[in-house]
């Protein structure tokens, strides 16, 4: 099982990217799917979830507004189109997929390779 991570690149503030992670290997319909990040110097960071099956959604509080997460219809793809991008934003963005559902980086056991995301100011 694979998670592939894409849509990353260099961005003015105020700008806008879609991130996309794809699911190959099996189908990852049932799977929760969620987006973290690591910038520099930080802890792996929590931003949106997406239950599998066609479930809900959760969102870090910071993210709420500016970044909207989204799957396909057949479960496999799942999207992160941020929006007003900061500075701040800059980090290495990774797709992860469990069984279940989780909001923490730990509860995840399938993780794509990491997408580099920039802003400048």
């Known amino acids: 099982v694979q998670l592939q991570a894409s849509g990353g690149g260099l961005v003015q503030a105020g700008g806008s990217l879609r991130l996309s992670c794809t699911a190959s290997?099996?189908?990852?319909?049932?799977?929760?799917m969620a987006w973290f990040r690591r910038a520099p110097g930080k802890q792996r960071e929590f931003l949106a979830a997406?239950?599998?099956?066609?479930?809900?959604?959760n969102y870090a509080d910071s993210m709420k507004g500016r970044f909207t997460i989204s799957r396909d219809s057949a479960g496999n793809t799942v999207y992160l189109q941020m929006n007003r991008l900061k500075p701040e934003d800059t980090a290495v963005y990774y797709c992860?997929?469990?069984?279940?559902?989780?909001?923490?980086?730990?509860?995840?056991?399938?993780w794509g390779q990491g997408t580099q995301v920039t802003v400048s100011s």
């Open positions: 290997g099996r189908s990852f319909s049932s799977y929760a």
């Open positions: 997406v239950r599998g099956s066609g479930g809900g959604t």
């Open positions: 992860a997929a469990r069984l279940g559902y989780g909001l923490t980086p730990y509860e995840y056991d399938v």
